[in-house]
């Protein structure tokens, strides 16, 4: 469905749990924790740093990891007055694993995506946040990370949400 489940939106699978704790006493001041989690034992996520290279309009490898996939994924932010937040590294990214099966240990399939930059997290402001990644999913259950934007499929996008780029 491409989208968040119920009561945020219309999926049907949560394939990463977001959990946020945070305590705000004033707009620059807070503490908080984003916590990202997974459905399946196998499914996970992996930090990779990566930038353009030469001769490649690619920024990450044209495959997914087979292992190494974290369970859990953790960022704080915390600030106070006068302080800032921190600034998110320009050449992270990330290639996850989700909807993985596996018997007897073994990984049979799973389908494997890449998020483009950090994953930004915006503890103040509202009243739940704000929470921003740009992600590319390969549903067909192999690790192949080439993006055609043809394929999209995601619908009735706004042009600031639009993906035109590998």
């Known amino acids: 469905m491409a989208d968040w489940v119920n009561p945020h939106g219309r999926g049907k699978v949560a394939d990463f749990v977001f959990t946020c704790t945070r305590t705000v006493r004033t707009e620059d001041d807070f503490d ?15 930090a990779i740093n990566a930038s353009h290279r030469i001769g490649s309009v690619l920024a990450l490898p044209r495959e997914a990891p087979e292992n190494d996939y974290l369970p859990e994924w953790r960022h704080n932010v915390l600030l106070r007055p006068g302080g800032s937040y921190e600034v998110p590294a320009e050449d992270r990214n990330y290639f996850f694993r989700v909807r993985s099966t596996t018997v007897d240990g073994r990984l049979l399939k799973a389908w494997y995506g890449k998020i483009h930059g950090e994953i930004q997290w915006f503890p103040s402001g509202s009243d739940s946040g704000n929470l ?19 394929e999209n499929r995601f619908e009735n996008l706004d042009v600031t949400e639009r993906i035109v780029r590998p």
């Open 132 to 150: 921003q990644f740009t992600y590319y999913l390969n549903p067909d259950s192999t690790r192949n990370m080439e993006f055609d934007p043809r």
């Open 32 to 46: 908080s924790e984003l916590r990202i989690t997974f459905s399946n034992p196998s499914d996970g996520l992996q």
